[in-house]
C-alpha cells in the first residue's frame, strides 16, 4: 500500500499537466446569448408584468360566479327608561350576477386582448436583451483586435525610434528626427492606453449583458441570410414586429372598451340568498329572548337612468382611448420600416467601407514599405516614415470598426423584423412558455384540482412561497 501514494501522486500531476494544456473552450456568439436570455432580470421583469395580466383575465372571469360571505353582527342598546336589549345574528349570504347584458363578456375578452398583447411586449424585451448581448459581444472583440493593433504600433513605433537613435548617433540624422520619434512613441502608447480603456468599459457593457465576463470569444459566425431586398425585409417586419402585434392587440381591445362602457348603460339582473341564526327580545321593552333561524332569497335588476355625465365621460374616453390606439399602431408601423430601412442602410455602408477600406490599406501598405526603404537611403525624413504608418494604422483600426458594425447590423436587422428570438436563431434551449400560467389561472382557481395544478406551474418558474 505505501507504493501506491507514490503513484497517485503522479498520475495527479499528469492530470493536472494535462488540463492545463488543454485550451478553454472559446465562447461563441450563441452562448453569450443564451448567457443574457438565462441571466436578464428585465426578461423575469416582464414575465412577472405577463403573469400580472393573466390574473386580470381572472379577475374577470371571477365576476360571474356567486360570491359568498358569512356576515356577523352583535348590538347593544339602552333606552331611557333604563330598558336594555341585545342582539345578534350570524349568517352566510350569496350574491349572484345573472345577466348584464354583455358586460362582463366584453371585460373578459379586452383582459384577453390585454394578455397577446403583453406576450408581444414580452417577445420585445427578449428581441433587446439578445441585441443587447450581440452588441456586447462585438463591441468586446472589436476592442481586443484594437488593442492588439495598437501594441503591434507601439513595437513598431519603438522599432522605429530606436532606428533613428541608431542613426542619430552616426549623424546620419539631426536631434529633430528622434525628437519625432520620441513624440510618435508616446502618442501610439497614450492610443494603447485607451484602446486598453475602451476593452475594459467593453468587457463590463458585456459583464452586465451575461452576468460573466468574457473569456475566450471565439470568431463571429457566418452573417444571417439577409431577405432578397429591402423592400421584402419590410414586409417581414410588418407581420412578424413584436411591437406591431402588441399594437395590433391593444388596439383590438381598445375596441372592446367602447363596447364595454356603452354597455355600462344597460341593465344588470342578479340573484342574492342568505341563511342566518339570530337571537333578540321578544318585545321592545326587552324581557326573554327569542333565537330564530332565518332565510331569505331575492332577484334584483337594476339599471343606471342618470349618473351626473359620468357615464357618458366614460364612454368618451373610451373611444379617445380606442383613437389613440389606432394611432399607435400607425405610427409603430412606420417605425419598424424606418427600423428596417435603417439597418438595411448600414449593412450597405458598412459593405462598402469594408470595400474601400481594403483598398486603402493595400496602398497605405505599398507606400510604407516604399518610404521606408527610401528612408534608409536618405531620400526620405523620418517623419515621412512615421506619417506613412501612422495612416497603415488608421486604415487597419478603421476596418476593424467597419467589420463589427456589419456584423451588427445584420442582428440590427433582424430584430427589425422581428427574428432576433432564441427559436429563430435557434439557440436550443428551453424557452419561456406563457401559456402555461394562463392556462392555470384563466379559469380563477381557488382550492379546486386546477389550484393544484397552478401550485406546479409556480414552482416549475420558481415563484411559490
Not at 411586449?121 to 481586443?144: C, I, K, N, P, T
Not at 504600433?153 to 533613428?164: D, F
Not at 400560467?437 to 414552482?459: C, F, H, I, W
Amino acid at each position: 500500500m505505501k507504493q501506491i501514494k507514490p503513484l497517485r501522486g503522479l498520475v495527479a500531476a499528469v492530470m493536472v499537466s494535462l488540463s492545463a494544456a488543454i485550451p478553454a473552450k472559446a465562447e461563441s456568439l450563441a452562448d453569450t446569448m443564451v448567457a443574457a436570455y438565462r441571466h436578464s432580470a428585465l426578461i423575469e421583469q416582464n414575465r412577472a408584468v405577463l403573469r400580472a395580466a393573466d390574473e386580470d383575465v381572472a379577475g374577470a372571469v371571477a365576476t360571474l360566479r356567486p360570491v359568498l360571505q358569512w356576515v356577523a353582527s352583535y348590538a347593544d342598546s339602552k333606552s331611557r327608561g333604563e330598558t336594555r336589549s341585545r342582539r345578534s345574528s350570524i349568517s352566510l349570504s350569496a350574491q349572484f350576477l345573472l345577466y348584464d347584458w354583455g358586460r362582463t363578456q366584453l371585460a373578459i375578452d379586452a383582459a384577453k386582448e390585454q394578455v397577446l398583447a403583453t406576450r408581444q411586449a414580452l417577445v420585445g424585451v427578449e428581441q433587446q436583451v439578445l441585441y443587447d448581448a450581440a452588441s456586447a459581444y462585438f463591441q468586446v472583440r472589436e476592442a481586443q483586435e484594437q488593442v492588439a493593433l495598437q501594441q503591434n504600433s507601439v513595437r513598431l513605433v519603438g522599432q522605429e525610434r530606436q532606428a533613428a537613435k541608431d542613426r542619430f548617433d552616426v549623424g546620419e540624422i539631426t536631434v529633430t528626427d528622434v525628437a519625432l520619434a520620441d513624440a510618435q512613441l508616446a502618442a501610439s502608447r497614450a492610443t494603447l492606453a485607451s484602446a486598453q480603456g475602451q476593452l475594459e468599459v467593453a468587457r463590463e457593457n458585456y459583464l452586465a449583458a451575461t452576468g460573466r465576463k468574457p473569456a475566450n470569444l471565439s470568431s463571429p459566425p457566418p452573417l444571417p441570410k439577409l431577405p432578397a431586398n429591402v423592400d421584402a425585409a419590410r414586409s417581414v417586419g410588418q407581420r412578424n414586429h413584436p411591437s406591431i402585434l402588441q399594437a395590433q392587440r391593444a388596439a383590438a381591445a381598445a375596441e372592446l372598451g367602447v363596447a364595454a362602457a356603452a354597455a355600462e348603460r344597460r341593465p344588470s339582473l342578479s340573484a342574492d340568498a342568505s341563511v342566518g341564526y339570530g337571537r333578540q327580545p321578544r318585545s321592545s321593552l326587552g324581557g326573554e329572548y327569542d333565537n330564530r333561524a332565518e332565510a331569505s332569497v331575492g332577484v334584483t335588476m337594476n339599471q343606471t337612468i342618470y349618473s351626473g355625465g359620468r357615464l357618458s365621460s366614460a364612454h368618451r374616453k373610451a373611444m379617445a382611448n380606442r383613437d389613440e390606439a389606432r394611432s399607435s399602431l400607425l405610427n409603430t408601423s412606420r417605425l419598424v420600416s424606418q427600423e428596417v430601412g435603417t439597418a438595411w442602410a448600414n449593412i450597405q455602408v458598412a459593405r462598402a467601407q469594408i470595400g474601400s477600406i481594403n483598398e486603402q490599406i493595400s496602398a497605405a501598405q505599398q507606400a510604407y514599405d516604399g518610404v521606408r526603404e527610401e528612408a534608409q537611403l536618405g531620400a526620405r525624413t523620418t517623419l515621412d516614415v512615421l506619417d506613412a504608418e501612422q495612416s497603415l494604422l488608421e486604415a487597419r483600426a478603421d476596418k476593424i470598426t467597419a467589420e463589427s458594425n456589419l456584423q451588427l447590423a445584420h442582428y440590427q436587422l433582424l430584430a427589425a423584423m422581428g427574428l432576433l428570438t432564441v427559436e429563430h436563431l435557434k439557440l436550443g434551449i428551453q424557452t419561456y412558455d406563457p401559456s402555461q400560467y394562463y392556462n392555470a389561472v384563466r379559469n380563477a382557481p381557488s382550492t379546486s384540482k386546477q389550484g393544484e395544478s397552478l401550485d406546479r406551474v409556480l414552482r416549475a418558474i420558481g415563484k411559490s412561497n
